[in-house]
């Protein structure tokens, strides 16, 4: 390992063998959750001089933060529902993120499809997206006719539209967001471990003084004390907050996409339509070398703990969406490389019946000292994390003062000093591992510093994770660390003999255990991440 490396989540062992013998029991905050609300969360503590922990019941982003749609969006729709507040939070989020993170969060184009005799038409897009872009500060909206925008979707449908209107938003990967702003985190001071989950918190007279963590590896619980303890379990918010607060907030509501190979459809934009059914918004959109169909928008009633999938009746959706406007290029289901969902912590509302219509705000609550924030959006987290944090203060020593106001460092190479034949890769690169890129990529051998062919992804990248960022399991490099899992066929069956390699290196497993791995890998792949089988319909 080169010197000038951080030890980003090596710590985990270390730490928790400290906790076994007594030491790092108590901290200023505890932040339960390791989606990007509680990464969010402990970025901000740290850098007010918090001493700060965050424990993740299973991987880091394994929750919803790896199951979005990926967009970093200021809400069109927001927007026209009239909610000016959350849409401007969502736009400088937006901006700042850009500017921030390139590489890792890029503009990129949407089309809106105007449907003939639907609302929006041509000219109330128009008024929604002048105001959209000024709240923005840019100006990036354009009408494109049938003609023009067949050019750019070659195969779409146009007898019911009347053209679409082009805007920008951008596009992220949702893991690698919690992953970066963990490094950061952890670089400033903080702690996170995966693997790791509370099960009860602990009440001294009513009020809540810390959390029981079911230990790593181990059946000994380990009772950890702190001064505010945060409970940013997303959608399984209510669970804890019960042991203060009988209220029931949180409305699950499940999301679903399909992955189709980019060749069937090449998008280099985001297509926006109405589906043919209900009128909802689905989108199609390039994705890690991919085109992406999504999202579908219902209750979900199904046990949290099981991973969220998509259903037969979900995956009829969307590719009904798909194939209604592209009846020349028809899928099916034989197409379909893989899917994911995702659960939706939308704070529930007694009004809404139907799911789409329910707001996705964030809410904070503070029982008993213990704060629960939940809601809300990838894009707005840094805002989330401030408004959990504030509600903690009361409880807090006083913040030391900062000047700094990024989530992220900027690392001081340009891309083409990275990688000089390929600086648009080399910018991927330093937007997804910052200061670590070039350390990232030397560390490598030669042979792996190449992209994997169809993909944007490469080797060192695998190995990177294996040695420094906190891989637990082999679902954890695949799925989330990187995406290889989602992006090739069969779960990336045919990187197993090169990870083999690299697991056995950098992890220390032996065969036993690499075959383990690679049995729950699949048994996780096939049950959430591919198709559910054709005859399972109600
Ligand atoms: P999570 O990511 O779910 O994190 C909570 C974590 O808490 C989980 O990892 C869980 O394992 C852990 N946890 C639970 N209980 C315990 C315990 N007892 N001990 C320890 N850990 C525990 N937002 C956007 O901005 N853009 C989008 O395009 C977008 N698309 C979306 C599409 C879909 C289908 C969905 C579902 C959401 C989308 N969102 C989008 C919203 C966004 O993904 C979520 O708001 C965000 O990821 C929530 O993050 P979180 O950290 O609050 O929750």
């Known amino acids: 390992m080169s010197s000038d490396v951080n030890p980003l989540f090596t710590q985990r062992d270390k730490l928790v063998a400290e906790m076994r013998s007594g030491g790092s029991l108590d901290w200023d905050i505890i932040i339960i959750g390791g989606g990007i609300t509680g990464a969010g969360i402990l970025r901000e503590a740290v850098r007010r001089g918090y001493r700060a922990l965050l424990l993740e019941q299973g991987d880091f982003s394994s929750g919803t933060s790896s199951r979005s749609s990926k967009m970093i969006h200021g809400g069109l729709r927001y927007l026209a529902a009239g909610d000016l507040k959350l849409t401007k939070e969502s736009l400088s989020e937006r901006e700042r993120l850009l500017a921030e993170a390139p590489g890792l969060v890029d503009r990129i184009s949407f089309f809106f499809t105007l449907s003939k005799g639907l609302f929006p038409g041509r000219w109330a897009m128009a008024v929604i997206l002048t105001l959209y872009d000024f709240i923005a500060g840019i100006r990036d909206h354009r009408y494109y006719n049938n003609r023009r925008l067949g050019e750019r979707f070659p195969g779409l449908q146009q007898g019911h539209l009347n053209g679409a209107t082009a805007y920008s938003d951008a596009m992220v990967d949702d893991s690698r967001l919690v ?103 689905v989108y199609i959109y390039p994705w890690e070398g991919t085109t992406v169909i999504g999202t579908t928008d219902l209750d979900h009633s199904e046990d949290l703990d099981i991973e969220a999938s998509i259903n037969n009746a979900e995956v009829d959706y969307l590719l009904q969406a798909f194939n209604v406007q592209f009846p020349q290029q028809v899928i099916s289901r034989a197409d379909i490389i893989s899917s994911w969902a995702g659960v939706r912590p939308v704070i529930g509302s007694e009004s809404a019946k139907d799911p789409s219509k329910e707001r996705r705000d964030h809410a904070v609550w503070s029982d ?13 987290f840094r805002l989330i994390a401030l408004d959990a944090l504030n509600a903690a203060l009361p409880q807090l020593p006083a913040a030391q003062p900062f000047t700094d106001e990024r989530v992220f460092t900027t690392p001081d190479l340009t891309p083409s000093e990275l990688v000089a034949e390929d600086p648009q890769w080399a910018q991927r690169l330093l937007g997804r591992y910052g200061i670590q890129a070039k350390a990232m990529l030397h560390s490598a051998p030669v042979e792996e510093r190449q992209r994997i062919a169809g993909t944007d992804f490469c080797l060192a990248e695998c190995r990177w994770a294996a040695r420094h960022e906190g891989v637990v ?53 096939k049950r959430f991440y591919s198709l559910p089988e054709d005859n399972d319909r109600p």
Do not use: F
């Open 179 to 281: 992953l970066r702003v963990l490094q950061e985190s952890i670089a400033a001071g903080g702690k996170a471990i995966n693997y790791s989950k509370v099960s009860q918190l602990l009440l001294a007279d009513g009020q809540v003084q810390g959390v029981v963590l079911d230990a790593p590896d181990s059946s000994d619980a380990i009772r950890l004390r702190a001064a505010a303890v945060i409970n940013a379990t997303g959608a399984w918010a209510d669970r804890l907050r019960n042991q203060v607060n009988p209220e029931q907030r949180i409305r699950p509501l499940r999301g679903s996409h399909l992955i189709i190979p980019r060749n069937l459809m090449p998008v280099t934009d985001v297509l926006t339509s109405l589906h043919p059914e209900d009128k909802r918004g």
């Open 368 to 380: 008993n000292g213990l704060i629960t924030v939940s809601g809300g959006k990838l894009t707005t």
């Open 473 to 525: 399991h082999l679902d954890d490099l695949l799925l989330r660390r990187t995406r290889l899992g989602m992006v090739m066929a069969q779960g990336a069956m045919e990187l197993l003999p090169a990870l083999e390699a690299i697991c056995t290196a950098e992890l220390g497993w032996d065969q036993d255990h690499w075959r383990l791995e690679v049995k729950r890998y699949m048994s996780i792949w």
